[in-house]
């Protein structure tokens, strides 16, 4: 069975500083792998995403992430954080048919 | 290219009554599913339509139902409404042919009281 685990509900950095958002997947097979991003009442927008291919993914607004199997992680960074990236971010883990989200983390930018 | 549309984006209804919600697909796609979001929560899936058929359901009772039309286009129906059906209900289309990325919509915001 598929899972996909977002270790923190919350995240809160200033401004110009790193962020880590970490996610975790259980799969029985080579899932595809997604962060999404959601600003307040609106809908999800596509960050990135890993199918195979290269496993650091370069997505938009400077985010990466890493997928590393041995660990089954696929961790969120972007190198500074800027106030419109606050918002909610969501990993997702797609196979066959199923489409399995994380519970989300919620980013809060500092000035 | 018009991506994934809904209507209406926002409505309010009572108790008991019926609601439908409609969406386009991002040209091209032919996959749509449907999402429930509730006020601080992760969406949870409801279902996904194929070739005019329900794929897969999520553990949502009958009263969600759904329709894909020959065009690709979707509706979701609820049936008495109830307080806890109050989410953002997102649609999101993807393709067969493609790495299985969604593309979602602004989402319909449903108030029940």
């Known amino acids: 069975a598929q899972s996909v685990t977002q270790l923190d509900s919350h995240v809160s950095v200033s401004e110009g500083t790193p962020v880590l958002l970490r996610c975790n997947y259980s799969s029985s097979y080579s899932p595809s792998l997604f962060w999404y991003v959601q600003h307040p009442n609106k809908g999800l927008q596509l960050l990135l995403k890993y199918t195979s291919a290269a496993t650091l993914v370069k997505g938009i607004n400077g985010f990466e992430a890493e997928f590393k199997k041995s660990e089954t992680s696929f961790h969120l960074t972007k190198p500074s954080a800027h106030m419109s990236d606050a918002a909610e971010y969501f990993c997702?883990?797609?196979?066959?048919?199923?489409?399995?989200f994380g519970a989300g983390t919620r980013l809060f930018v500092k000035a | 290219d018009a991506g994934v549309t809904q209507s209406p984006t926002h409505l309010i209804k009572t108790r008991g009554q019926q609601v439908t919600l409609r969406c386009s697909p991002k040209?091209?796609?032919?996959?749509v599913s449907w999402y429930q979001q509730a006020l601080g929560q992760g969406p949870q899936f409801i279902f996904q339509y194929y070739e005019e058929e329900e794929r897969q359901r999520g553990n949502f009772p009958d009263r969600f139902s759904g329709h894909q039309f020959p065009n690709y286009s979707s509706e979701l129906n609820v049936n008495a409404l109830l307080l806890g059906d109050s989410a953002l209900y997102l649609c999101?289309?993807?393709?067969?042919?493609?790495?299985?990325?969604?593309?979602f919509g602004e989402g319909s915001r449903l108030t029940v009281l």
């Open positions: 997702v883990a797609t196979g066959g048919f199923k489409t399995i």
């Open positions: 999101a289309s993807s393709s067969q042919l493609g790495t299985g990325e969604l593309f």
């Open positions: 040209s091209g796609h032919d996959t």
